[in-house]
């Protein structure tokens, strides 16, 4: 999803009554000290219930069967994604359905709930600044792992391992497995033997693949890069790309569960 757009495409609503946008941040944090005991229920139930009472008193029977549409798809987004949830929930909702964004991220939201003729994006406009679309690349001598996200969601994720009998990089689908030795068509080289040719051809070989991450970030529009790795690789990885790299991590983390290396990376 291009988050932008859709940005663009919220701020751009104006509906009159009875018709009226559904605009919610919650927090879920369980690390959060106001949430130990699960109080998003609670200040869901009363923002819903408060918004009811107002139409209700308002006697405008319209607005309040609207509200009612969406405050039941609402309640059952939470429901089917009750063990699911992160750190916070974010829904956009209008009565006829055109508009339906739902959200479950891993960064942090102050609670807000908004019931008026424009959806408020001011909140979601300071996360896409803050957790822009963005490009993970981890190193790991011969495996390059590539983790997409945006506003702390993982969106896609690919590696590449390099074959030593072709010495061109392979994309991989399946999880990456650690190796003693290294090689195919039945050719192994010990662990000693690669770090040693490793470091002999690691600049040409880094130079081999540094185009499929150029256009794997301009394909994909990232705005900001990570690498994460050995500080010697990352830099000489960087330098034979033409994307600039924002930030670098210095640990090897190419094994580690990939929501644990965002949620690390974008604490930094």
Same mark, same amino acid.
């Given at each position: ?7 663009k ?20 944090d ?5 949430q %130990? +005991? @699960?109080?998003?229920? &609670?200040?869901l139930?009363?923002?819903?219930? %408060? ?6 008193e308002?006697?405008? %029977? ?7 549409k969406? $405050? ?9 994604n ?8 974010? =829904? ?18 102050t609670?807000? &709930?908004y019931?008026?003729e424009i959806?408020?994006?001011? %909140?979601?406009?300071?996360?896409y ?5 963005? @490009?993970?690349?981890?190193?790991? #001598?011969?495996?390059i792992? =590539? =983790? ?5 969601? &993982?969106?896609?994720s690919? /590696? /590449? ?5 072709t010495?061109?990089w $392979?994309?991989?689908? +399946?999880?990456?497995q ?6 195919s ?20 070989? /880094? ?7 150029? #256009? ?8 900001? =890069? /990570?690498?994460?790795g050995?500080q010697d ?12 790299v924002?930030?670098f991590?210095?640990?090897n983390m ?5 929501? #644990?290396?965002?949620?690390?990376i974008t604490?930094?």
């Amino acid at each position: 999803m291009d988050i932008n757009k859709e940005i663009k495409k919220l701020e751009s609503i104006y509906l009159e009554k009875p018709e009226r946008v559904f605009t919610m941040y919650l927090n879920t944090d369980p690390a959060d000290p106001d949430q %130990q +005991g @699960g109080e998003w229920r &609670i200040h869901l139930k009363n923002g819903l219930q %408060q918004f009811e009472k107002y139409l209700i008193e308002d006697g405008n %029977q319209a607005e309040l069967d609207n509200f009612c549409k969406v $405050k039941k798809k609402v309640k059952h987004f939470m429901t089917e994604n009750e063990l699911n949830l992160a750190k916070s929930v974010i =829904i956009f909702a209008t009565p006829d359905e055109s508009i339906w964004f739902a959200k479950l991220l891993q960064v942090p939201v102050t609670t807000e &709930i908004y019931w008026e003729e424009i959806a408020k994006v001011d %909140q979601l406009i300071d996360l896409y600044h803050n957790y822009p679309k963005s @490009g993970v690349i981890l190193t790991q #001598k011969e495996a390059i792992k =590539i =983790i997409e996200t945006e506003l702390g969601s &993982i969106h896609d994720s690919s /590696y /590449y391992e390099l074959d030593l009998d072709t010495e061109n990089w $392979k994309k991989h689908t +399946g999880p990456h497995q650690a190796q003693a030795t290294v090689g195919s068509g039945g050719k192994s080289v010990k662990r000693e033997q690669f770090n040693k040719r490793f470091e002999a051809n690691r600049f040409r070989w /880094y130079k081999s693949i540094a185009a499929k991450l150029d #256009k794997l970030a301009k394909d994909n529009r990232w705005e900001y =890069i /990570y690498m994460v790795g050995n500080q010697d690789e990352t830099q000489e990885l960087s330098k034979v790309m033409t994307k600039k790299v924002n930030t670098f991590v210095d640990k090897n983390m190419l094994d580690e569960n990939e929501a #644990k290396v965002i949620k690390i990376i974008t604490e930094l």
